[in-house]
């Protein structure tokens, strides 16, 4: 569409007018595909605006004009419709929609048909209720919940390009920043890329009601420059890198060292209970694949889908019963003792 | 006891009044009896209308639970599971158990009459579609006690109005909620074809002398219309709700991804039936309008065959636009085209009609009564929920807008600011003819200034936080979005409404027993309704009318102007 673009004088207007301070407004955007809708939303709304108005303004022009007045009682002139005057308001109409028609299909088609370049990242994401799987198969990586991904240069762009499908239920992936939502259907692949022009953190949610805590099944991107992207893969690349021996190991722990809070004792607990049938702990006996991947815990910054800070102490609290936090979270409460739930969380703090 | 009466269905006055002087206890058993067995249009009607109101009132308090819990951020009103069920019970029961109800108990009062008939086509159909759909109505709510849901702890069903599957297969909603949700929904279908069909064959084999398929009055072209689109639209719905039973109770697998079943399949089915449905209720709020604005305006409408095609167009065009509820699924860039402009032409036979309304008032002499209060707040905001749809059948910007609050805000800005309203000022036009009495004026506009402001201070500041990354179904948010503020005023908005909804409940009771006499006549109109008593006795009109022009009761009133010496 031609009409309006990012530098027409009622950009501006719209920016301060709607824009008010959100990290999830659909106005400010960073990445190419959610540039070009916020582009076409305004000349659209500019569009329908003016229409508005016009209609606005032959209504009160009615309601002013032909009040009745008091007393009178006598009947106005019968009009029964005229053809001409009619013919117009269809094709008017007709014409405004055509243009809107086509400004949108240009857009669609290019957003959604857009190559990949060989430089773009592969990213799959898996929704869960209630949380992301981000898996990386370039670098054979697996990830929760905290997706990071490359800036992109439009000179020489890194876009990202996801496939996205769901192991449940239907989930929607919207960072309104970056683009706009796609859903997630279990049985089925869905595509979208985004290419962030800024370094930052960009957040949104799950946008399809998918359950119990689809309100909080939020979603958290890290656009890095490439520099910083690859040293993250390189670090989330490497196995746990906890010192501390597994239940597998030769180690004897002394019996009356069981009563401490230490890594050691913590990780035998997980390894010993049903933590790893979920969770897995990449280079450990942990191999589950139905909770988030553990490997590199301590290196994002919220848990449970980034509703809490991660710090010890969520820790322990989420541990311990999950349903605190998040009531009809698919992971259970297992019941252990206090004890046992401090040396756990003593050992995932070592998850780094 | 007083079986002679008992017996007889439609006992006369004569008879009941006898009957209470020495039983007084006995004449409430014989009222009672007598609704139960009614098979009168006008009883139906009214038992519809009173159904639909006290479930608007069950759904008003469900949304006003949803908006104090979203007040704030990180509220704890009520706990996940309870929200996530009276959402969806609000939305149901708006849709299914308010809407179609409240529209077909007018479209079953006035067809007939309108159309100077005795009764409709179908009389004890009639009655039975009526008692199925309160029979599923009550079977909904009864899941209340009898379901378990999500988690196992749920009891209503707590899936969201539109209830995609997989969510709803087995394995994610064990228990009986959603069991309960599709059975009510079935047998809700039936009681809604049945009536489909009745009003359908009124309008078209039910006519009284003279008024030939152009002289009907619109109302009649519109019901005859939306009938259609609930024989098209149930249809599909209820195969739907078979093939999830189906999944649930004998091993299919439609909608069970695990087994090959497609959750998209789900969808198409969904909204084939609910888009169809956004018109099946708001065509006879058109319809409502296209009787009160006229007479308000003392003209008669502009462009009448213009306004039957552009109902018809409406009907037909609204069948292929399902999928525009469907654009972030993955759908190829050739079908999001396709589904943006079949959705982008409806706006073109609405927009004659509101053209033709404005036409109509223009040159006219308006009267600011209450009902025409409410069809001209109905024009201004049928007008921006028109333009806030043709901005979601964008297809690239609806990406960013879908499942957003904006989207909430726009359907609310169709169901309650065009339909709700235009109920409300059928309530006012026509309740002198359903009880004989007026409704109180100055409570009347009491009730329109509220209800004007409670709704714009909720549903205009919704579109915001929509475009603020809100997504809609969410119990809860984090304080960070920016949503907080929007949401209050969203919030303190309903309770300006319930307000107004508590003057005009009050005015329906007081005006009953105490409100002015209104006659057979009293907006000075031009259709046959008016030309009975209020109400109207058993049989309607004790001659057959015989009309020869769209304003029967103009002509009579005009005979030096009669409209049959034009059409």
């Not at chain 1, 290019?110 to 898996?126: C, G, R």
């Not at chain 2, 409709?120 to 379901?147: D, K, V």
């Not at chain 2, 059975?183 to 009124?202: D, E, M, P, Y």
């Not at chain 2, 058109?286 to 065959?305: C, D, H, L, Q, T």
Request: aromatic share 14%.
């Amino acid at each position: 569409m031609t009409v309006g673009g990012s530098g027409t004088w009622y950009s501006h207007f719209y920016s301060f007018g709607i824009c008010v301070a959100s990290p999830t407004s659909i106005f400010s955007t960073t990445s190419t595909p959610a540039d070009k809708v916020r582009l076409l939303s305004l000349d659209v709304l500019f569009t329908l605006g003016c229409v508005f108005l016009a209609i606005v303004a032959l209504i009160v022009h009615v309601l002013v004009h032909y009040r009745a007045r008091k007393g009178d009682t006598t009947e106005p002139p019968q009009v029964f419709g005229s053809a001409q005057i009619e013919l117009a308001w269809t094709i008017i109409p007709t014409l405004i929609i055509l243009v809107l028609f086509l400004g949108t299909a240009r857009v669609v088609f290019e957003v959604q048909d857009a190559a990949a370049p060989k430089s773009a990242l592969n990213v799959t994401v898996v929704g869960h209720q209630y949380w992301w799987e981000f898996r990386y198969p370039k670098y054979n990586l697996v990830t929760a919940n905290e997706l990071h991904i490359p800036l992109s240069d439009p000179g020489n762009p890194t876009p990202t390009y996801m496939e996205l499908t769901s192991a449940d239920v239907i989930h929607s992936f919207w960072v309104p920043s970056l683009a706009g939502k796609t859903d997630l259907l279990p049985n089925r692949v869905n595509e979208m890329w985004v290419d962030p022009h800024k370094v930052g953190l960009y957040e949104g949610q799950c946008a399809q009601f998918c359950g119990a805590q689809h309100a909080k099944m939020l979603l958290r991107v890290y656009v890095e420059t490439p520099e910083d992207f690859q040293r993250w893969i390189g670090t989330q690349r490497q196995q746990a890198k906890t010192s501390v021996p597994g239940i597998l190991s030769n180690v004897d722990l002394e019996s009356d060292n069981s009563q401490k809070i230490t890594p050691q004792l913590g990780r035998r607990v997980f390894e010993g209970q049903a933590c790893i049938s979920c969770h897995a702990v990449r280079g450990t006996v942990a191999g589950g694949r139905f909770g988030p991947d553990l490997t590199h815990l301590m290196s994002r910054s919220t848990i449970a889908a980034g509703i809490a800070p991660n710090t010890p102490e969520n820790l322990l609290i989420w541990i311990t019963d999950p349903s605190v936090m998040k009531p009809g979270s698919l992971m259970p409460a297992m019941h252990l003792t206090s004890l046992e739930n401090k040396q756990i969380t003593a050992y995932l703090t070592t998850l780094r | 006891m007083a079986t002679t009466i008992m017996s007889d269905p439609n006992p006369t006055r004569e008879a009941l009044d006898e009957r209470a002087s020495t039983d007084p206890g006995g004449r409430y058993l014989d009222t009672i009896h007598s609704w139960i067995v009614t098979v009168d249009h006008k009883k139906i009607g009214i038992m519809y209308i009173c159904y639909a109101l006290v479930f608007l009132l069950i759904a008003g308090m469900q949304a006003m639970v949803i908006r104090i819990q979203l007040a704030i951020p990180h509220n704890t009103f009520v706990s996940p599971f309870t929200y996530n069920r009276v959402f969806t019970m609000h939305g149901t029961t708006m849709v299914f158990l308010v809407g179609m109800p409240i529209l077909f108990g007018f479209g079953n009062y006035l067809l007939p009459l309108m159309l100077g008939v005795r009764d409709m086509a179908f009389p004890r159909l009639n009655a039975f579609s009526f008692w199925i759909s309160a029979f599923a109505g009550a079977f909904l709510y009864f899941s209340f006690i009898g379901g378990a849901g999500l988690a196992g702890t749920g009891t209503a069903p707590d899936v969201g109005w539109f209830a995609y599957a997989p969510l709803t297969e087995k394995a994610f909603s064990p228990g009986h909620t959603v069991d309960y949700w599709a059975l009510a929904l079935i047998l809700n279908g039936i009681g809604s074809i049945g009536t489909a069909v009745n009003l359908f064959t009124t309008v078209f084999c039910m006519r009284c002398k003279g008024m030939t398929l152009l002289r009907i009055p619109l109302l009649g072209w519109i019901y005859a219309t939306t009938a259609f689109l609930v024989l098209v639209a149930i249809g599909p719905l209820t195969a739907a709700q078979i093939m999830l039973l189906i999944d649930r109770y004998l091993g299919g697998h439609f909608f069970d991804t695990q087994m090959g079943g497609s959750a998209i399949l789900w969808a198409h089915f969904f909204w084939i039936f609910g888009h169809p449905e956004v018109y099946i209720l708001v065509l006879p709020a058109f319809g409502f309008a296209n009787e009160i604005i006229p007479v308000f305006s003392r003209k008669a409408i502009f462009g009448y065959p213009a306004m039957v095609a552009a109902t018809a167009g409406v009907a037909f065009i609204s069948s292929g636009v399902w999928a525009h509820h469907m654009f972030t699924m993955g759908m190829t860039s050739f079908g999001n085209t396709f589904f943006t402009l079949s959705t982008m032409l409806v706006s073109i036979p609405t927009g004659i009609k509101v053209f033709n309304w404005i036409a109509t008032m223009w040159g006219g002499k308006i009267r600011l009564t209450v009902p025409m209060l409410f069809s001209i707040a109905f024009l201004f905001q049928w007008l921006t929920a028109g333009l806030t749809g043709i901005m979601l059948s964008v297809s690239a910007w609806n990406w960013q807008l879908h499942n957003s609050y904006f989207v909430v805000a726009h359907f609310h800005y169709v169901l309650v600011g065009a339909i709700l309203f235009m109920v409300f000022a059928a309530f006012y036009y026509w309740y002198p003819k359903m009880t004989g009495r007026m409704l109180n004026e100055r409570l009347g506009k009491w009730h329109f200034w509220t209800m004007v402001v409670g709704f714009h201070l909720t549903f205009d500041f919704m579109h915001i936080p929509g475009l603020l990354g809100m997504p809609r179904q969410i119990y809860t948010y984090e304080p960070n979005r920016g949503w907080t503020g929007w949401n209050e005023i969203v919030t303190l908005g309903t309770f300006v409404q319930a307000i107004a909804i508590g003057i005009f409940v009050y005015n329906l009771v007081h005006s009953y027993f105490q409100g002015e006499v209104a006659g057979p006549d009293p907006w000075d109109a031009w259709t046959l309704e008016w030309s009975t008593q209020s109400p109207p006795p058993e049989y309607n009109f004790a001659v057959d009318p015989i009309v020869a022009s769209r304003r029967p009761l103009w002509d009579l009133k005009h005979p030096e102007d009669p409209d049959s010496a034009f059409e």
